[in-house]
């Protein structure tokens, strides 16, 4: 199989670039980290349902384009609907400070959950499907530690009728497109009370082949690992201050740091700022719609060697809560 010297110069810059890219980059974990750990599901005393959208580096043709949804619920042992956490401040972060100082860490529990994603970058379009299950353990009154997994199936598509090849007539321009299924494996923990969380996560624990081609056996989907951490501090009765760092190792790219920090308002409104060693600086911001509904907002601004040909990245997310 041979593929025109410009398609071949074109993929290999973007596969240099996109190599720890394997999983997407998301700039709002921090709305909803259980895209990236599924320890956290069940953490909130409701059904709690994701949905975002990524659009990176505008301007770039095929460049990533990222949709997923995330549903997940407590669950007692019996099967009903447990409610988790403090019953003094509702189903998510606490309000107020006075909120904060009434928390009472969930008992032990359940938690079940759906995750769906698909990320599309030029001739490549990958969908995985996974169940997650997490438990929760009461740490006295103030911190549970849950441990998580996720576990389904990933499909890598790769589309050839989009690809120029030296060959018209070579066996792969017939085929359309590739499909490549492998399994999908997930583990995660995450400690958290009211005012801090710490996890950590690896995304493709399997060490799965990656190949569209008989004759090439080097491609494998290799592990993500994360690290997360984030301490609140209440700098009025109604004002939190939340700062955060996430650590992202991929082998064998450089480890990359996300540092975060958010300023909320009764956690009805909030603003924040985030920088990416080498990557992006981004802005933030979200709003509470009403009691079941929340939506937030990301720019990146890159300052890597695409910096000047793209005009930025958008991402959204829409929570909800029944």
């Not at 309000?95 to 860490?105: H, I, M, Q």
């Not at 007539?169 to 085929?175: A, G, K, L, S």
């Not at 008989?214 to 491609?219: I, P, S, T, Y």
């Not at 990416?276 to 890597?304: E, P, Q, W």
Request: net charge neutral; with cysteine.
């Amino acid at each position: 199989m041979k593929i025109s010297y410009r398609i071949f110069i074109v993929l290999s810059f973007l596969s240099s670039i996109c190599y720890a890219q394997q999983r997407p980059h998301y700039t709002q974990y921090l709305q909803n980290m259980d895209i990236i750990n599924p320890a956290v599901t069940g953490m909130f005393k409701a059904v709690t349902v994701k949905a975002g959208f990524r659009n990176q580096w505008v301007g770039i043709a095929d460049a990533p384009k990222t949709s997923y949804i995330t549903i997940h619920t407590p669950l007692n042992i019996d099967g009903s609907i447990l409610t988790a956490g403090s019953a003094d401040y509702g189903v998510d972060e606490p309000f107020t400070r006075s909120e904060k100082d009434a928390y009472e860490s969930s008992e032990n529990h359940h938690g079940i959950g759906f995750t769906a994603l698909n990320d599309k970058t030029g001739p490549i379009n990958r969908t995985t499907l996974n169940l997650t299950y997490a438990y929760h353990i009461m740490l006295g009154d103030i911190a549970n530690l849950s441990f998580g997994v996720g576990g389904g199936v990933s499909r890598i598509g790769l589309n050839t009728d989009v690809l120029q090849f030296e060959d018209p007539n070579d066996p792969v321009v017939t085929q359309g497109q590739i499909i490549n299924w492998s399994p999908d494996l997930n583990v995660g923990f995450y400690f958290y009370g009211s005012q801090f969380y710490f996890g950590g996560s690896i995304q493709q624990v399997v060490k799965e082949k990656l190949s569209f081609a008989d004759n090439f056996d080097k491609g494998a989907q290799i592990p993500h690992y994360f690290l997360t951490a984030g301490y609140t501090i209440w700098a009025s009765e109604d004002i939190a201050i939340t700062s955060s760092v996430m650590l992202k190792y991929v082998n064998p790219t450089p480890k990359a740091f996300d540092f975060n920090l958010k300023v909320a308002f009764r956690n009805n409104f909030w603003l924040g700022g985030s920088y990416r060693t080498k990557d992006a600086y981004a802005v933030l911001a979200g709003f509470t719609i009403s009691k079941t509904m929340n939506a937030g907002y990301s720019f990146d601004k890159t300052i890597s060697t695409l910096q000047n040909i793209n005009s930025g990245t958008h991402e959204f997310v829409l929570g909800f809560k029944f």
